[in-house]
């Protein structure tokens, strides 16, 4: 049978607590402009390839952080993405799990994730 409903990930929403702040945290982060506008006072969509990611202040509370990744941010060379993020002091950053992986949290406490892919 076929689904309408299509086997892929359009995008994924992040409770922040300061859209402003996260906006300019993740584009720093992920070395992309942050020009594009905030939309409705609440709502910032990360420039991303492939599945997107929607920074949105609104739907923030404690309650929805998130303790674990729902995803993960690609990288083809995991010691070097680890340093970076040394140098970019986040908090939370583990040790690289496996030579696979590493957690680290973004300025809400959100739990994020870089895998080697």
Known sequence: ????????????FIPVSNIERARDWYCDLLGVPADDEVQFGHIYVLPMKGSGIVLD???YSPDNITKTPLFHFNTLHIEEAHAYMLNK????????QHGHYFNFQDPDGNCLMVCKC
């Open 1 to 12: 049978m076929n689904s309408p409903v299509l086997n892929e990930i359009g995008t994924v």
């Open 57 to 59: 202040s609104k739907i």
């Open 89 to 96: 002091n986040v908090d939370g950053l583990t040790e690289i």
